[in-house]
């Protein structure tokens, strides 16, 4: 009679091993011979749960010692049957703050450990790695075959998507920590100096540039974004800006009651933006006239996401929001165990984003109702992208993860 096989969860076995579990600890947890642990290993890759990057260390010393039929031996993994599961997770070293840019079948984001990284989606492989002389928190940019990303070395840099080469930099006066906006012609960027640059988008040259006013330390932490022809992003002064993208004039300022750090979203003739004095704010995008301000329990830094007649965004209150776009009144709100950094994004009825809590939360878009949640290793800062059922995000675990959804 044949033995029957061992069963051990997937998910569990490789969070174990990227916890660094040591190999022993592993046997005697599981149960399993030397050859059971090799066994274990190749079928965890087989079954995409881990990359080759993650074992090979291991699998290296242990199969100079183990020779096995692994259709033979008496064991099989299993994977849990809750609603996300972990398809990979690649170690960087440093906070993964950075969120992602999806492009060509490849996830390109930033580590604190001061490089740009190309992975495949697939597989969590790495394609390329682009080194800069410092942190790396601003989320990339992709137009066509180019990722543009920001450095707290001081540079805007423009990169093969494809091949991770360099193909130019522009100096700004300080650190860079907004993700840019860019055009056909034209990139634009925020820099702690308190400017905003418009570069050339082919070689990197300076177009024009516009400083803010206000405080000594005025920084541009919010992202731009472009729309019909204006420019608009705040600054940590306080103040929304509205500039001619061509000139770099400006057209109008709206003055906030603090910091207006996050990202503005500007959807039919409306702004939305959080500000540090906890307020959500729509503003008419021609006028400068508020429309209405939604207040919360702490400064709103989560940039805002318009999807159908709903605005979403976090606050550092530690709650989650869905707001009526027309008029500001509240549809809903879900309660994480911590401050909201990070931005939403929206696919197939679904919210995604993350909390300093440590988890990566999924919510019905129009009940507010929790579908899952993931945990890692650390704050949440990084906004996820979702594609073909995997939401992408980093974590400050250091640790850049694909999660598959399996409610959906």
Known sequence: MDK???KVSAEKAADDLRSGMSDSDMMQK???SSKGLVSLYKKLLEAGIVNQEEIDSRMNALETTVELDIDKFPFEIVKDTEHSTLKWAFKTGGWVFSSPALWGGAVHFGSWDGNLYCLEMGTGRSKWTFKTADVVRSS????????????????????NAATGREIWRFKTGQEIWSSAAVSETTVYIGSTDGILYAVDALNGSLRWKFKSQGLAFNWVESSPVLEDGTIYFGT????????????GEEIWKFTAGDSVDSSPTV???LIF?????SNLYAVDAKTRLERWRYKTGNAVYSS?????SAVYFGSADGQFYALETHAGRELWRFRT??????SPAFSGGAIYFGSSDQHLYSLDAKTGDARWSFKTGGPVSSSPAVANGVVYFGSNDGKFYAVADRGR
Not at 273 to 277: E, H, L, P, V
Request: charged residues 20%; negative net charge.
């Open 30 to 32: 599981y149960k399993l």
């Open 337 to 342: 165990g911590d401050a909201i950094f990070s």
């Open 267 to 269: 959807s039919n003739g």
């Open 140 to 159: 990339p940019v992709i137009r066509e075959d180019v990722v543009y990303v920001g450095s707290w070395d001081h540079h805007l840099y423009a990169v």
């Open 273 to 277: 933006f959080g500000s540090n004095d």
């Open 236 to 247: 940590h002064g306080g103040d929304l800006y509205a500039l001619n993208c061509e000139s």
């Open 304 to 308: 805002p996401l318009v999807a159908g």
């Open 4 to 6: 029957p096989k061992l």
